[in-house]
């Protein structure tokens, strides 16, 4: 099975005078550092970061799998510029699922998958923004809600990922 697996765990500097530099330290994302004074806290917390990473990645791609339904059910409907733009969208949220994998292990790999998450959302979001767009030209109301429905458990998923570690 696919998992995130990072595992870098930044080493304390005993000479520092600020007190967080002493600790070790766990860098999430660039503005989210979590630091620990005992090694086995954060490797634990690796492991349940990568856990939580993964179950992200996971719900991600079940949301994928809908808009990519959806946007097949349109493509008759799509006029060219549309299509092409969903296509390219779809193909860069493809791309940084295979590459929040395979790469989330390099030296703070967790930065980068945070970055490569954000990047498969915002990307499902335009594509909904699309689907939703050439549904209000059909007057597809409830496909227009659905749609919406998608977009906030995109929104939730983002929520759940910025306070990570925060707590």
């Known amino acids: 099975m696919k998992k995130i697996n990072t595992t870098t765990i930044g080493e304390p500097d005993k000479t520092s005078i600020r007190t967080t530099a002493k600790k070790h330290s766990v860098m999430l994302d660039w503005d989210n550092t979590v630091f620990f004074t005992d090694i086995k806290k954060a490797k634990a917390f690796i492991v349940e970061t990568n856990e939580f990473l993964t179950f992200k990645l996971f719900e991600l791609n079940e949301i994928y799998i809908d ?3 959806k946007y097949r059910r349109l493509w008759f409907y799509l006029d060219t510029r549309e299509d ?3 296509k390219r969208l779809l193909d860069n949220v493809n791309e940084n699922f ?6 989330s292990h390099w030296q703070n790999g967790s930065v980068h998958v945070y970055k490569w998450i954000n990047s498969i959302a915002a990307d ?7 689907i939703k ?4 030209r059909k007057q597809l109301w409830a496909d227009i ?3 919406g429905t998608l977009i906030n458990r995109i929104d939730f998923i983002l929520m ?3 306070s990570w570690g925060k707590s």
Do not use: G
């Open 124 to 130: 499902l979001k335009k594509t909904l923004e699309i």
């Open 160 to 162: 759940q990922l910025k």
């Open 84 to 86: 092409a733009s969903m």
């Open 145 to 147: 809600r659905v749609a």
């Open 133 to 136: 767009s050439s549904n209000k």
């Open 98 to 103: 295979k590459l929040s994998v395979d790469r």
């Open 67 to 69: 808009v990519f339904t």
